[in-house]
């Protein structure tokens, strides 16, 4: 955590910023190791850091954080303390108005974002990290093996989606990484396929997508099935989208950049006349945050390193018909990518 300081005050130093100011509860947690959940904002100033914290959330804050923790009654007390700031960094994501409060309140004139900094170390993960991000993985490999179990006949998506969501708290989970996504029939189509009230109906293909958040940190894995017995038709999406991920997987590397890895798979896709049906891009960063840095699409050339975890999740979606998604979240390692998800891929 220090390190991750240091590079922050570097990058305020080469860019003659005095303070910054942090506010998103991902960064604070990233910064500190504790996340209020009545709020929380880190001040830096020079190469000093501070969290500052309501008074309610004092008492855990000061336990857990490895910064040294104030805590305030009014939120105007920020203002006091960054009066005089010349330029003061901050998030793209803090609110206009809070922005509008700086100038008029602290009476600051001048903002630099600072969401390249922050973008380029979380980017990379640590040894802990993605020792954290493996438990994640493996409470939602669990997840999609009981899913799998539960699909039957006449059930509903949502009653499938709360006996996962159930399972991976049991199991050690904070919570879901995101709504379950359970989509049936024709709803197997919507690549968001949020779980609904629809019973699951023989003959259907189901899109199952969830993930757990564990100690801060999230895991992503799809897998699609068929109830009863598969048509010919549901095969064949099915074999396309198995052999994009299986040969994206497998070429993914450091030096070859993201739109590299989303046109292998989309390559495939389109070989097959399936092109106009894989409308999403390959794949996304997974960290502190469900879909983060890079994004593994046409438009971003970020260059693929070491310590990068993404998923790799290629999909058919033909409208009526219904949809197939298969993903892994893996690790960017010297020698390719290694699956933190290891679910059975093969299985129609
Ligand atoms: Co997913
Ligand atoms: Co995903």
């Given at each position: 955590m220090k390190e991750r300081l240091e590079k922050l005050v570097k990058f305020m130093d080469e860019n003659s910023i005095d303070r910054v100011f942090i506010a998103k509860p991902v960064n604070v947690y990233y910064f500190s190791g504790t996340s209020p959940l009545g709020g929380g904002y880190i001040i830096v100033d020079g190469d000093e850091a501070t969290l500052y914290v309501p008074e309610l959330e004092y008492e855990m804050a000061k336990e857990e954080s490895k910064l040294p923790v104030v805590k305030f009654k009014k939120f105007d007390e920020i203002y006091d303390f960054l009066k005089n700031t010349k330029t003061l960094g901050i998030e793209g994501t803090l609110s206009y108005s809070l922005v509008e409060n700086f100038k008029e309140?602290?009476?600051?004139k001048e903002f630099k974002n600072i969401d390249d900094v922050i973008k380029d170390l979380r980017i990379i993960k640590t040894k802990e990290e993605i020792e954290i991000i493996e438990k994640a993985c493996e409470i939602a490999d669990k997840a999609v093996i009981a899913a799998i179990e539960e699909?039957?006949?006449?059930?509903r998506e949502r009653e499938v989606a709360a006996k996962v969501e159930y399972l991976m708290k049991m199991n050690?989970?904070?919570?879901?990484?995101?709504?379950?996504i359970i989509a049936s029939?024709?709803?197997?189509?919507?690549?968001?396929?949020?779980?609904?009230d629809k019973r699951i109906e023989k003959g259907d293909l189901v899109v199952i997508d969830l993930g757990a958040l564990y100690n801060h940190y999230n895991s992503d894995i799809t897998r699609t099935i068929v109830v009863g017995s598969p048509n010919e038709k549901q095969r064949e999406i099915y074999e396309v989208v198995l052999e994009a991920q299986k040969r994206a997987v497998k070429a993914?590397?450091?030096?070859?950049t993201a739109k590299e890895l989303d046109s292998i798979a989309r390559e495939i896709i389109k070989e097959y006349g399936y092109g106009d049906y894989f409308?999403?891009?390959?794949g996304h960063g997974v960290g502190?945050?469900?879909?983060?840095?890079?994004?593994?699409?046409?438009y971003d050339e970020t260059v693929l390193k070491e310590g990068m975890v993404i998923t790799i999740e290629p999909g058919i979606y033909i409208p009526k018909l219904g949809g197939v998604r298969i993903e892994d979240t893996v690790l960017i390692t010297e020698n390719g990518a290694k699956r933190l998800t290891k679910t059975e891929r093969d299985l129609l």
């Amino acid at each position: 955590m220090k390190e991750r300081l240091e590079k922050l005050v570097k990058f305020m130093d080469e860019n003659s910023i005095d303070r910054v100011f942090i506010a998103k509860p991902v960064n604070v947690y990233y910064f500190s190791g504790t996340s209020p959940l009545g709020g929380g904002y880190i001040i830096v100033d020079g190469d000093e850091a501070t969290l500052y914290v309501p008074e309610l959330e004092y008492e855990m804050a000061k336990e857990e954080s490895k910064l040294p923790v104030v805590k305030f009654k009014k939120f105007d007390e920020i203002y006091d303390f960054l009066k005089n700031t010349k330029t003061l960094g901050i998030e793209g994501t803090l609110s206009y108005s809070l922005v509008e409060n700086f100038k008029e309140k602290a009476g600051i004139k001048e903002f630099k974002n600072i969401d390249d900094v922050i973008k380029d170390l979380r980017i990379i993960k640590t040894k802990e990290e993605i020792e954290i991000i493996e438990k994640a993985c493996e409470i939602a490999d669990k997840a999609v093996i009981a899913a799998i179990e539960e699909i039957t006949e006449g059930k509903r998506e949502r009653e499938v989606a709360a006996k996962v969501e159930y399972l991976m708290k049991m199991n050690g989970a904070e919570k879901p990484a995101f709504d379950t996504i359970i989509a049936s029939g024709h709803r197997s189509a919507l690549p968001h396929g949020v779980a609904s009230d629809k019973r699951i109906e023989k003959g259907d293909l189901v899109v199952i997508d969830l993930g757990a958040l564990y100690n801060h940190y999230n895991s992503d894995i799809t897998r699609t099935i068929v109830v009863g017995s598969p048509n010919e038709k549901q095969r064949e999406i099915y074999e396309v989208v198995l052999e994009a991920q299986k040969r994206a997987v497998k070429a993914a590397k450091p030096g070859m950049t993201a739109k590299e890895l989303d046109s292998i798979a989309r390559e495939i896709i389109k070989e097959y006349g399936y092109g106009d049906y894989f409308i999403h891009s390959l794949g996304h960063g997974v960290g502190l945050e469900i879909h983060e840095w890079p994004r593994i699409s046409q438009y971003d050339e970020t260059v693929l390193k070491e310590g990068m975890v993404i998923t790799i999740e290629p999909g058919i979606y033909i409208p009526k018909l219904g949809g197939v998604r298969i993903e892994d979240t893996v690790l960017i390692t010297e020698n390719g990518a290694k699956r933190l998800t290891k679910t059975e891929r093969d299985l129609l």
